[in-house]
């Protein structure tokens, strides 16, 4: 999680009720979408992934404003709630929303463009966004420990045709099929994800080497207690 969210009460978020709230948004991402550091093309050289704002710009050009909204403030991202509108990408660092009322908004969602981070692939929001019972639409599931598999608990795409595919085909999915994979969702977080599950794999010792994902600015707060 964001240190901004483990600062809030959901340090491992409000499970019980992610299966109450109306979900009335298909596919969301909030996100810090400041292209000097989220147009990293280190990440296809390096990890065959796209980067965030390569992610969000061929969504953004490949469907209908009709359907999608990019808010250009707070309000207006309510707004796109209540009018249930289908897809949502809202810049972060513009329209910060931390703590109980991003995770309500999480919870108000059922699919999470799981884009990926800075210089990794993998970035705290997806981890959040499971948590609140969203279904990631993610392209780097393979490196979750156990992979993310494809309609069971996540939507894997891989390059921008198939980015653009995925979420026209999450659009027709029924309701029953939704619930489907959010259980696997959320089943998948109980097992793996929460503080619990982490802390008993590492003291069981079920794996011989573990691996910090850490960048930018977490890496020079650990050199800087090294």
């Known amino acids: 999680f964001?240190?901004?969210?483990?600062?809030?009460?959901?340090?491992?978020?409000?499970?019980?009720d992610s299966n109450k709230s109306p979900?009335?948004?298909?596919?969301?991402?909030i996100g810090n979408l400041t292209s000097?550091?989220?147009?990293?093309i280190q990440l296809k050289k390096s990890f065959d992934v796209m980067s965030r704002m390569e992610a969000i710009s061929v969504i953004c050009e490949n469907f209908d404003y009709a359907k999608l909204l990019v808010p250009n403030s707070i309000k207006q991202l309510y707004k796109?709630?209540?009018d249930k509108m289908?897809?949502?990408?809202?810049?972060?660092?513009?329209?910060?929303?931390?703590?109980?009322?991003?995770?309500?908004?999480?919870?108000?969602?059922?699919?999470f463009l799981a884009s990926s981070g800075v210089i990794m692939p993998h970035s705290h929001n997806v981890i959040e966004a499971m948590a609140a019972g969203c279904i990631p639409l993610i392209e780097y599931g393979d490196w979750f420990t156990p992979p993310l598999e494809h309609n069971v608990n996540a939507i894997v795409f891989d390059g921008s045709e198939d980015l653009v595919n995925k979420i026209k085909y999450i659009l027709m999915l029924t309701e029953i099929d939704i619930v489907?994979?959010?259980?696997?969702?959320l089943d998948y977080y109980e097992n793996n994800l929460t503080s619990k599950s982490?802390?008993?794999?590492?003291l069981s010792r079920e794996y011989s080497e573990l691996y910090l994902n850490s960048e930018v600015y977490s890496v020079g707060l650990m050199q800087?207690?090294?």
């Open 224 to 226: 800087g207690d090294v």
């Open 80 to 82: 796109g709630f209540t």
């Open 36 to 40: 000097e550091f989220y147009q990293n």
């Open 23 to 29: 979900r009335n948004v298909k596919l969301f991402f």
């Open 2 to 16: 964001h240190p901004e969210n483990l600062l809030g009460e959901y340090l491992e978020t409000s499970l019980i």
């Open 86 to 111: 289908e897809i949502i990408l809202c810049d972060g660092k513009a329209n910060p929303v931390w703590n109980k009322a991003y995770f309500k908004l999480l919870e108000q969602t059922n699919f």
């Open 180 to 185: 489907k994979l959010r259980q696997g969702v």
């Open 198 to 202: 982490v802390i008993n794999k590492v």
